[in-house]
């Protein structure tokens, strides 16, 4: 693979500009398919399997239109202290306030609570339910104006008014600010790595182009694929990530192969062929977390994962096309300042530099440093057995919002459960064996043992089809949507369908959002487990192919695992337990996303083997070309400890820029992955990777025999193009030429140079 990609690398350099012009072209036609393709559509949330999924679908098989996902508001009125919403004056307006929220053209109804009986015992305060005929993403400007109005008109008049529900939700990029912060950081941190402008503006540049190709590309083919509009968020995010680091990689290696004296297109070979391998397998790991997205069972997910994976295909080819290409433009603009002003390349790489100190440090006292590590990581970890999983809603937003002050307000006035009702779907005539049962009787018998249920509050009266063989009632709960005694009930209450079914011939399901976040949590906890085993067990055999150990693949996933319990440990500990959460402004702690896990899995996976495969495949390159264990980890962390800071560095600031979102979520998937990509660079692969390999020392790169002979020869190492260097060196003293110059009849015409000659002329 080395000499391949060595030669893939040179010809991007030659054929520069045909390079650059193919990229351009492929920009600019998904680019304009984008703009002329159908808006993508919003697919919803599904998961089939689960017992809420089944009994939505049989509403929308039994009450057709009556799921419709328009966007909907709950507009929730609270009288002034001492007065009641009853009142004349207060009624009045909220009437008016009302029949303005029906004007609308998007509204397909606007419900009076004081004909709906939405009023709470004490008459304090009532809600309005506003529906739309279009989704959140659809609504029209005006139609927001409108609910804005309402709500100030209604406040003017003295009452308390706020507002929940998907319409409250300007479908704006959260994250957008964060993305810009974390920009501006990678670029400050990349220009401290390579003291140089144009070697900092490379990575970002080519990182944006392939975020560009990959966005445009999502997009042109949403409608024909199925995407929704938040398909491509996953890609987005880590395209940027893995583009910077590829492009970096690379980067670093062609001014190393400089710094020894070749010439820039020989570098440029040189630096694709080693470090590039490198990117390939790391893109690959990557790959293979987010495709194994698809065990999990939830159709978007599976989307996002894939459409991510494509993102990082994109940002691998760029890399070992688009950025050797852009080397041929400024071959000497990467190099540090000095080096352009005096025209002398100095090599580091027989220097000693921080990641040398560091590692001979690490190799002085291996033990302590592995124990260390691991009992540090192991104690963040604990908190992560106490996980609980759900889906926050309105109840973790800042108070700062109306959503959350709406919330409050229903939860006091109509109790805590009121937030989260489960609807329980009687079907009397599902199958062969259900047929003919009275669904009546079987909707009062319900009814009746519901009722009967601990930690009920009430029971609607059922609604039955115009086939009147299905029956919907809401059950509210005495417990918010968030208490695992809501939890508890709902599994009560699905154990109590048994008696029924024998008792009246018919059966029921429970949905409704809390009923589908509780089974939603549920199965992506029993699927991490399975992920973890497919993802997992996939890398090692990447890695065996890769290092050609057995044992450095088994590191690296047990390192992995151990730096992702330590990462859900901490947000833990934090989002769901609350230590610390004022400082990260959580105002409300509770369960865990359930969809977090997996996305901190998937991600970190990806980038932790970004770091391992650089980081390893230099200490495995130095150990093959003959140096002893320990010298071959001092030589790896010479070479790519700075590298690897500066990636992790830049993902961690891209990551915890998320943290200052108002959103609970946002903050927690920023808070995880940031303290994941911490653990995993510096603690795992900076600290423990490097003591465990001193303490195996030459064990460390045993494979079998057995093995090896099944195993493909890759030659990351690029073992090959070291042999092919010594050769032309060796054919160079032999003709009596320079050992710079070699014998390729493409080589460039200035000579390759020794360490501190003159930087090659362009």
């Given at each position: 693979m080395a000499t391949f990609l060595y030669r893939v690398g040179r010809l991007a350099f030659r054929r520069r500009w045909y390079v650059a012009l193919v990229w351009a072209a492929v920009l600019a036609a998904v680019g304009l398919g984008a703009l002329k393709a159908p808006g993508a559509s919003d697919d919803g949330f599904?998961?089939?399997?689960?017992?809420?999924?089944?009994?939505?679908?049989l509403m929308e098989q039994r009450f057709p239109g009556a799921t419709a996902d328009g966007a909907t508001a709950r507009v929730v009125f609270v009288a002034p202290s001492g007065e009641k919403v009853t009142a004349t004056e207060n009624k009045r307006a909220v009437e008016k306030a009302v029949a303005d929220l029906a004007d609308g053209t998007q509204v397909a109804s606007a419900v009076d609570p004081f004909q709906a009986k939405a009023v709470s015992k004490d008459g304090t305060t009532a809600y309005a339910t506003v529906t739309y005929k279009v989704a959140a993403d659809d609504l029209t400007d005006a139609d927001r104006t409108r609910l804005e109005r309402a709500i100030?008109?209604?406040?003017?008049?003295?009452?308390?008014?706020?507002?929940?529900?998907?319409?409250?939700?300007?479908?704006?990029?959260?994250?957008?600010?964060?993305?810009?912060i974390g920009v501006v950081i990678a670029a400050v941190v990349l220009l401290a790595t390579f003291g140089s402008l144009v070697a900092a503006g490379l990575p970002l540049l080519t990182a944006l182009i392939g975020v560009g190709v990959s966005t445009a590309t999502i997009l042109t083919l949403s409608q024909a694929l199925g995407l929704s509009t938040t398909t491509g968020t996953l890609a987005m995010m880590l395209g940027l990530a893995v583009g910077i680091d590829y492009a970096l990689f690379v980067v670093s290696r062609y001014r190393e192969e400089r710094a020894k004296g070749r010439a820039p297109q020989e570098a440029v070979g040189l630096a694709v062929g080693t470090a590039g391998s490198a990117v390939v397998f790391a893109g690959l790991t990557v790959v293979i977390a987010?495709?194994?997205?698809?065990?999990?069972?939830?159709?978007?997910?599976?989307?996002?994962?894939?459409?991510?994976?494509?993102?990082?295909?994109?940002?691998?080819l760029i890399a070992l096309t688009l950025?050797?290409?852009?080397?041929?433009?400024?071959?000497?603009?990467?190099?540090?300042?000095?080096?352009?002003?005096?025209?002398?390349?100095?090599?580091?790489?027989?220097?000693?530099?921080?990641?040398?100190?560091?590692?001979?440090?690490?190799?002085?006292?291996?033990?302590?440093?592995?124990?260390?590590g691991v009992v540090g990581l192991g104690a963040l970890a604990v908190p992560m057995t106490a996980l609980q999983l759900g889906m926050p809603g309105d109840e973790a937003k800042s108070t700062s919002t109306t959503e959350r002050r709406a919330y409050d307000a229903l939860a006091e006035a109509f109790g805590p459960g009121f937030n989260g009702p489960l609807t329980v779907v009687v079907d009397a005539n599902g199958d062969a064996e259900t047929k003919g049962a009275d669904a009546k009787g079987a909707a009062d018998t319900v009814a009746k043992k519901l009722r009967g249920t601990e930690g009920v509050i009430s029971v609607s009266p059922p609604r039955f089809n115009e086939a009147g063989d299905t029956a919907v009632f809401q059950v509210v709960p005495s417990t918010s949507p968030t208490d695992e005694k809501t939890k508890d009930l709902v599994t009560t209450i699905r154990g109590e369908r048994p008696g029924v079914e024998s008792e009246t011939g018919a059966t029921f399901e429970v949905t409704g959002t809390t009923a589908l976040n509780i089974d939603i949590s549920d199965k992506v906890q029993a699927a991490l487990i399975p992920y973890l085993v497919v993802v997992v067990g996939l890398a090692i055999v990447l890695l065996l192919v890769v290092f050609r150990s057995l044992l450095v693949p088994l590191k690296a996933a047990l390192g992995f695992l151990l730096s992702v319990l330590a990462s859900l440990g901490v947000v833990v500990l934090v989002f769901q337990q609350g230590h610390g959460a004022g400082l990260l402004g959580v105002?409300?702690?509770?369960?865990?996303?359930?969809?977090?896990?997996?996305?901190l899995v998937g991600i970190v996976f990806g980038l932790a083997m970004d770091y391992e495969v650089f980081l390893v495949s230099r200490m495995r390159e130095a150990y093959v070309h003959g140096e002893r264990p320990g010298e071959a980890i001092t030589s790896g962390f010479r070479h790519s400890a700075r590298v690897v800071v500066a990636a992790a560095l830049i993902m961690i600031a891209v990551f915890a820029g998320f943290v200052g979102e108002s959103d609970s979520m946002i903050k927690m998937i920023g808070f995880g992955l940031a303290s994941a990509v911490l653990f995993d660079a510096f603690v795992v692969r900076m600290a423990i990777v490097p003591a465990v390999l001193a303490l195996l020392g030459d064990r460390a790169w045993w494979l079998p025999k057995w093995l090896d002979r099944l195993l493909p020869n890759v030659d990351v190492e690029g073992e090959a193009l070291s042999r092919r260097q010594e050769a032309d060196q060796e054919a160079d003293r032999g003709a009596g030429r320079g050992a710079g110059q070699g014998t390729d009849p493409e080589a460039d015409p200035e000579p390759a140079g020794t360490p501190g000659r003159e930087v090659a002329r362009t």
């Open positions: 599904s998961m089939p399997g689960i017992e809420a999924q089944k009994a939505f679908d100030h008109t209604a406040q003017d008049s003295g009452l308390t008014v706020e507002a929940g529900g998907s319409a409250m939700d300007d479908g704006g990029g959260a994250g957008g600010a964060a993305e810009v987010l495709a194994g997205l698809a065990v999990v069972g939830i159709p978007m997910l599976t989307k996002m994962g894939l459409a991510a994976a494509g993102a990082v295909v994109v940002a691998v950025v050797p290409a852009f080397l041929g433009f400024w071959p000497n603009a990467v190099l540090r300042r000095r080096a352009r002003k005096t025209g002398r390349i100095e090599d580091e790489s027989t220097r000693n530099n921080g990641g040398s100190r560091w590692a001979r440090f690490v190799l002085r006292r291996p033990l302590p440093v592995l124990l260390l105002e409300q702690t509770g369960p865990i996303m359930s969809l977090m896990p997996i996305f």
